[in-house]
């Protein structure tokens, strides 16, 4: 599935977009298992954001093996030949393992839609899928430890794929269901953790074998908070969605110890069997007793072995500076040392970059200690609390970006009067690239234009930086002009994906530091030259003429100086920041986030040394193959697939059934819909198209109805929040009548973040050859709740007020229709149409309470109630078209009535 990046460096990422990949996590699982009850839950199940692969616009490209089709945008082809020239050995050495070899021939999508690394599965039985993002991890992340990039994602992404493509061994099943049983049978934890136990054992890296996660579970357990078994699959605590893999992994291994080697691949075949059995009973058939009770053991085993280890070691990790939250971390102190900048990051919250004083808060102590003076005066018998955290931190400054994005390493310019760091701002469709930012404490000014630069710091001189440039799986180090935002780059040709570069940091007298990834291992590299080092470097800043950084191995990661380690303690430690009095923040790693610790001033050597890492395993020798070219991708492969829905409201009813073509990058779609009804409902056929292959959008819609037949032609431009429309109807109604419409549109949308609160406002304009329409829109957001009001003006003649949209007419032929589900057809009619709408979200329900007042012809009407919206563009990955789903219940003219509406398109 999701092959969900939680780690140090890569939950730095937007909140949103992990919370977005969270709900696409689930999308299959509850696709299958909505099969056993009913298509229509599907439909809820599937509404979420679209997935194109990078633009369909692009210049795409495929290669093709035995086993594989590799889709991949141009710029990506270095990138993309080299994960095609491994797949087929992947798919034989995952296939052993696993114990099952699929036949089906896989699609694989190149793509890097957030900057960030990551992957996913779909394992659709007739047409799997892998998507893999270009972008490399650093040293700093979960999976950071690896030989090779490609082929760990390969390998973790196609373990999922064979082992959820092992077809039902009963008919019945085979037969109705379009999925493996293990996908809807198997818990969370046991999808993700067995494909984090293949990518272990077939790379002899991964996270199995890396430190992250051994450091994090020994520090969970220590402090008794290891998850419970109903949180492995996932739950709302720090890192709780990354325990299915991390936790996952670990209880497997340990299932595997006890019951031998065979046991899992057990697992799978009862999973499948002819006789139909819950998870639940596959299991105890294999491991004696249920999964919950040998989890109990299991964590009582790795609480022991850790709360030993922690009573034999000799901590030397300074004091605790200041507890923050989550995934909060990279400080950096000003030239001066008297401040320290860090980011903030928290659950459903905006990054924040605060400004904190290094000094002893002497405000805050004060205000503290007059607090409890008065509490005590009040009651004299009372008891004072006893403190063993610092007090929180009143901030100098903060910063909170006005689209509320992630905010990444932030560092001081040389004179300290403002701050470089990297933001990921969308392009003109959406996709993110990090840009160079400057903050002066009062404005922030943008130095990059989508320009992929991050991890910058500036040179002495402060008039340009060195920075790491990510560009289509390819990293290089470059020098950035922060006047112009221009680059120097080591060579104009993209460079070799051998090499990863990260953190490149420059000393005040001009030498140079960072870290690369060459030959299976992070290496730091001090004026070009490698520097030993007993593990994994990341992370070098800094400290007069020594450099420290953090070394990872066997578990442990623990801050270096020139090679000395100087640290020893629970959580790990991270994002070095030295202070020029001596003194040394980092981030260490505790149950409800990161805090922020230092070290006092001449700190001497640690005496620890870690116990002996277990051995690898021996990965299997993967072969490269010899690959034809590449071809262009034009219309894609089409293949077909089918849907259905219904329209149900007060004098409408009809029930609709289609089938799509189109290709898995979706850049041509085709729905052909027919539709059954009765009362205001239309019937008739359609056969509508979606040209996404240029820049600008085509689209076709021609439709057929017992009083109506006509076709649409539109064209549609997008640029990120705004989007322009035109195009044309022509209608045959009845023998003679015919008539043409000519219509164009455009919209705009803002957002802007103000702390925990975002308010976003909208504009739609409708203009056509007699009737033109204004919409404004806005909204208040501050985690779920939400408030939302609207007002739209048409002008014009012959309106009607009421109904539902049908997938087979297409939008312009609602032009002169207010559309309302709680309404019947022409509940209203006349000329010039005012109305707004006010909504809230309802605490704890998937609703949304409304209010709306209608004006038409003269005549008022109002309408309240609770509705659910659901809206999904097209998701070509899944061979689904785009679905607007509307579902309530209001009260209108002393009635109530109901609907449930769905209309595709492509």
């Given at each position: 599935?999701?092959?969900?990046?939680?780690?140090?460096?890569?939950?730095?990422?937007?909140?949103?977009?992990?919370?977005?990949?969270?709900?696409?996590?689930?999308?299959?699982?509850?696709?299958?298992?909505?099969?056993?009850?009913?298509?229509?839950?599907?439909?809820?199940?599937?509404?979420g954001?679209?997935?194109?692969?990078?633009?369909?616009?692009?210049?795409?490209?495929?290669?093709?093996?035995?086993?594989?089709?590799?889709?991949?945008?141009?710029?990506?082809?270095?990138?993309?030949?080299?994960?095609?020239?491994?797949?087929e050995?992947?798919?034989?050495?995952?296939?052993?393992?696993?114990?099952?070899?699929?036949?089906?021939?896989?699609?694989?999508?190149?793509?890097?839609?957030?900057?960030?690394?990551?992957?996913?599965?779909?394992?659709?039985?007739?047409?799997p899928?892998?998507?893999?993002?270009?972008?490399?991890?650093?040293?700093?992340?979960?999976?950071?430890?690896?030989?090779?990039?490609?082929?760990?994602?390969?390998?973790?992404?196609?373990?999922?794929?064979?082992?959820?493509?092992?077809?039902?061994?009963?008919?019945?099943?085979?037969?109705?269901?379009?999925?493996?049983?293990?996908?809807?049978?198997?818990?969370?934890?046991?999808?993700?953790?067995?494909?984090?136990?293949?990518?272990?054992?077939?790379?002899?890296?991964?996270?199995?074998?890396g430190?992250?996660?051994?450091?994090?579970l020994?520090?969970?357990?220590?402090a008794?908070?290891?998850?419970?078994?109903?949180?492995?699959?996932?739950?709302?605590?720090?890192?709780?969605?990354?325990m299915?893999?991390?936790?996952?992994?670990?209880?497997?291994?340990?299932?595997?110890?006890?019951?031998?080697?065979?046991?899992?691949?057990?697992?799978?075949?009862?999973?499948?069997?002819?006789?139909?059995?819950?998870?639940?009973?596959?299991?105890?058939?294999?491991?004696?007793?249920?999964?919950?009770?040998?989890?109990?053991?299991?964590?009582?085993?790795?609480?022991?072995?850790?709360?030993?280890?922690?009573?034999?070691r000799?901590?030397?990790?300074?004091?605790?500076?200041?507890?923050?939250?989550?995934?909060?971390?990279e400080?950096?102190?000003?030239?001066?040392?008297?401040?320290?900048?860090?980011?903030?990051?928290?659950?459903?919250?905006?990054?924040?970059?605060?400004?904190?004083?290094?000094?002893?808060?002497?405000?805050?102590?004060?205000?503290?200690?007059?607090?409890?003076?008065?509490?005590?005066?009040?009651?004299?018998?009372?008891?004072?609390?006893?403190r063993?955290?610092?007090?929180?931190?009143?901030?100098?400054?903060?910063?909170?970006?006005?689209?509320?994005?992630?905010?990444?390493?932030?560092?001081?310019?040389?004179?300290?009067?403002?701050?470089?760091?990297?933001?990921?701002?969308p392009?003109?469709?959406?996709?993110?690239?990090?840009?160079?930012?400057?903050?002066?404490?009062?404005?922030?000014?943008?130095?990059?234009?989508?320009?992929?630069?991050?991890?910058?710091?500036p040179?002495?001189?402060?008039?340009?930086?060195?920075?790491?440039?990510?560009?289509?799986?390819?990293?290089?180090?470059?020098?950035?002009?922060?006047?112009?935002?221009?680059?120097?780059?080591?060579?104009?040709?993209?460079?070799?994906?051998?090499?990863?570069?990260?953190?490149?940091?420059?000393?005040?007298?001009?030498?140079?530091?960072?870290?690369?990834?060459?030959r299976?291992?992070?290496?730091?590299?001090?004026?070009?030259?490698?520097?030993?080092?007993?593990?994994?470097?990341?992370?070098?800043?800094?400290m007069?003429?020594s450099?420290?950084?953090?070394?990872?191995?066997?578990?442990?990661?623990?801050?270096?100086?020139?090679?000395?380690?100087?640290?020893?303690?629970?959580?790990?430690?991270?994002?070095?920041?030295?202070?020029?009095?001596?003194r040394?923040?980092?981030?260490?790693?505790?149950?409800?986030?990161?805090?922020l610790?230092?070290?006092?001033?001449?700190?001497?050597?640690?005496?620890?040394?870690p116990?002996?890492?277990?051995?690898?395993?021996?990965?299997?020798?993967?072969?490269?193959?010899?690959?034809?070219?590449?071809?262009?991708?034009?219309?894609?492969?089409?293949?077909?697939?089918?849907?259905?829905?219904?329209n149900?409201?007060?004098?409408?009813?009809?029930?609709?059934?289609?089938a799509?073509?189109?290709?898995?990058?979706?850049?041509?779609?085709?729905?052909?819909?027919?539709?059954?009804?009765?009362?205001?409902?239309?019937?008739?056929?359609?056969?509508?198209?979606?040209?996404?292959g240029?820049?600008?959008?085509?689209?076709?819609?021609?439709?057929?109805t017992?009083?109506?037949?006509?076709?649409?032609?539109?064209?549609?431009w997008?640029?990120?929040?705004?989007?322009l429309?035109?195009?044309?109807?022509?209608?045959?109604?009845?023998?003679?009548?015919?008539?043409?419409?000519?219509f164009?549109?455009?919209?705009?949308?803002?957002?802007?973040?103000?702390?925990?609160?975002?308010?976003?406002?909208?504009?739609?304009?409708?203009?056509?050859?007699?009737?033109?329409?204004?919409?404004?829109?806005?909204?208040?957001?501050?985690?779920?709740?939400?408030?939302?009001?609207?007002?739209?003006?048409?002008?014009?003649?012959?309106?009607?007020?009421?109904?539902?949209?049908?997938?087979?007419?297409?939008?312009?032929?609602?032009?002169?229709?207010?559309?309302?589900?709680?309404?019947?057809v022409?509940?209203?009619?006349?000329?010039?149409?005012?109305?707004?709408?006010?909504?809230?979200?309802?605490?704890?329900?998937?609703?949304?309470?409304?209010?709306?007042?209608?004006?038409?012809?003269?005549?008022?009407?109002?309408?309240?109630?609770?509705?659910?919206?659901?809206?999904?563009?097209?998701f070509?990955?899944?061979?689904?078209?785009?679905?607007?789903?509307?579902?309530?219940v209001?009260?209108?003219?002393?009635?109530?009535?109901?609907?449930?509406?769905?209309?595709?398109?492509?």
């Open positions: 599935m999701i092959f969900f990046v939680s780690c140090p460096a890569a939950m730095r990422a937007n909140t949103k977009v992990a919370t977005l990949r969270r709900r696409r996590l689930n999308i299959l699982r509850t696709l299958a298992r909505a099969m056993r009850v009913t298509p229509l839950l599907i439909l809820f199940a599937i509404v954001p679209a997935l194109y692969a990078q633009s369909p616009a692009a210049d795409w490209r495929t290669i093709e093996t035995a086993h594989f089709h590799v889709h991949f945008p141009r710029e990506y082809e270095q990138w993309a030949t080299r994960a095609a020239s491994r797949l050995s992947i798919r034989e050495a995952v296939s052993k393992e696993v114990g099952f070899t699929p036949a089906q021939v896989v699609d694989v999508v190149v793509m890097n839609p957030i900057a960030e690394a990551n992957g996913s599965a779909w394992p659709l039985l007739k047409s899928r892998m998507i893999f993002y270009a972008e490399p991890p650093g040293p700093d992340e979960s999976i950071g430890n690896y030989t090779d990039w490609i082929d760990l994602l390969a390998i973790h992404e196609y373990a999922h794929t064979a082992h959820m493509l092992r077809p039902s061994r009963n008919p019945l099943e085979r037969a109705l269901v379009p999925f493996d049983p293990i996908v809807f049978r198997a818990p969370r934890w046991v999808l993700e953790g067995y494909a984090t136990v293949i990518e272990g054992r077939l790379t002899g890296a991964g996270r199995p074998n430190t992250f996660r051994a450091l994090l020994r520090r969970w357990a220590e008794g908070r290891l998850p419970s078994y109903g949180e492995l699959d996932a739950s709302r605590k720090f890192f709780g969605g990354s299915a893999y991390l936790m996952g992994s670990a209880f497997l291994e340990w299932l595997e110890q006890k019951r031998g080697p065979d046991s899992l691949r057990n697992l799978w075949l009862r999973l499948t069997a002819r006789h139909r059995r819950s998870f639940d009973e596959a299991f105890t058939g294999v491991f004696g007793d249920r999964a919950d009770r040998l989890y109990g053991r299991f964590l009582a085993e790795l609480t022991t072995s850790a709360i030993e280890l922690d009573r034999a000799t901590l030397q990790e300074g004091e605790l500076f200041q507890e923050t939250s989550r995934n909060s971390g400080p950096a102190v000003s030239p001066d040392g008297k401040q320290i900048g860090i980011v903030i990051r928290d659950r459903d919250q905006p990054d924040k970059l605060v400004i904190w004083s290094t000094g002893e808060p002497a405000e805050e102590e004060k205000k503290f200690k007059e607090r409890v003076e008065k509490i005590l005066e009040r009651d004299p018998e009372d008891v004072g609390p006893l063993e955290k610092p007090l929180p931190r009143k901030a100098i400054h903060t910063l909170i970006l006005p689209d509320g994005g992630d905010i990444n390493t932030p560092r001081w310019m040389p004179d300290g009067k403002s701050i470089l760091f990297s933001h990921r701002a392009d003109a469709e959406g996709f993110l690239h990090f840009d160079l930012y400057r903050w002066d404490f009062e404005n922030v000014t943008r130095v990059t234009h989508l320009a992929d630069v991050r991890e910058a710091d040179y002495p001189d402060g008039v340009s930086a060195v920075a790491v440039q990510s560009r289509y799986g390819i990293t290089q180090l470059a020098t950035v002009h922060l006047a112009d935002g221009s680059l120097i780059t080591a060579t104009s040709e993209l460079p070799s994906y051998e090499v990863i570069y990260t953190h490149p940091r420059v000393s005040r007298d001009g030498r140079f530091a960072y870290v690369a990834h060459t299976g291992e992070w290496t730091l590299f001090v004026d070009g030259k490698p520097v030993p080092l007993p593990g994994d470097a990341s992370s070098p800043e800094w007069g003429s450099v420290i950084a953090t070394v990872a191995k066997g578990g442990f990661a623990e801050l270096h100086r020139d090679g000395v380690i100087i640290t020893t303690t629970r959580g790990g430690a991270f994002d070095p920041a030295p202070s020029p009095d001596g040394i923040f980092f981030m260490s790693l505790d149950p409800d986030g990161y805090v610790r230092v070290l006092p001033a001449n700190t001497n050597a640690a005496t620890f040394t116990p002996p890492a277990p051995f690898a395993p021996i990965p299997p020798h993967l072969v490269t193959q010899s690959l034809p070219k590449s071809h262009a991708y034009g219309l894609g492969r089409q293949e077909f697939s089918w849907f259905a829905g219904t149900v409201a007060r004098g409408h009813r009809a029930l609709e059934a289609g799509r073509l189109g290709d898995v990058v979706g850049r041509l779609d085709t729905l052909l819909i027919a539709s059954i009804g009765s009362g205001n409902a239309p019937e008739g056929v359609a056969l509508a198209s979606t040209w996404r240029w820049p600008i959008e085509l689209q076709a819609h021609a439709f057929r017992d009083d109506d037949t006509g076709i649409e032609l539109r064209a549609r997008t640029h990120y929040r705004l989007a429309e035109s195009g044309r109807l022509a209608r045959l109604r009845g023998a003679d009548e015919t008539s043409a419409l000519l164009a549109n455009a919209s705009y949308s803002l957002r802007h973040v103000f702390g925990s609160w975002r308010i976003e406002e909208s504009l739609r304009v409708d203009v056509d050859d007699a009737h033109q329409r204004g919409i404004l829109g806005a909204s208040l957001r501050s985690g779920s709740f939400r408030i939302a009001a609207q007002v739209q003006h048409d002008r014009g003649d012959e309106l009607v007020l009421g109904g539902l949209a049908s997938s087979i007419l297409p939008r312009s032929a609602y032009a002169h229709r207010i559309l309302d589900p709680a309404l019947p022409a509940a209203l009619r006349g000329s010039d149409y005012d109305g707004w709408r006010i909504e809230s979200t309802v605490p704890g329900l998937p609703f949304t309470a409304f209010y709306q007042r209608h004006e038409l012809g003269g005549a008022r009407l109002s309408v309240y109630g609770l509705e659910a919206e659901l809206h999904s563009d097209p070509p990955i899944l061979k689904l078209p785009a679905l607007g789903l509307t579902a309530g209001a009260r209108a003219n002393q009635r109530t009535n109901w609907w449930l509406g769905m209309r595709w398109r492509p």
